[in-house]
């Protein structure tokens, strides 16, 4: 594996942590209703999913799935559930309740599965870290 493909998985995890970061932390404030509770939550979701998200990555680099479409829908269900179940378990820790640990995880479901497929779709549009495009259909 070229080392500018490590580049884009970098760069890919660091654009979805900014938008999944914020998202779990307006969610988390409102299921909580405290704020503080919201940028803990997130903060340290920051560390765990950025670390979890490179590993995603690395192995669907490794699949062979090459319709696009397909292959982002897929991704994004693999990645929600490690998500979910990494967001359930830090909120579960942080508030010491794990019915709010699973209602947080329960929206996020809904936001960030959208979210996912579009920040995919986008970087699907670009070549940063690419050797070459793999050609795929569109």
Known sequence: MSSNIHKRHIA???????IGTFDTF???WIITGNPLSGLKISGLELVTKMILYY???QLWYKVNVTESQKRHLFKTVTWRIIGT???????????????????IGLAEVLTKMGLYYLHERAWYKINFGLDKRRSSKQ
């Open 12 to 18: 890919k995890a660091i654009t979805w942590r900014i």
């Open 85 to 103: 179940l990494d967001t359930m378990l830090i909120a579960w820790i942080i508030t010491g309740n794990p019915l709010t640990g699973f209602s």
């Open 26 to 28: 307006v969610l988390s």
């Open 55 to 57: 590993g995603h990555e």
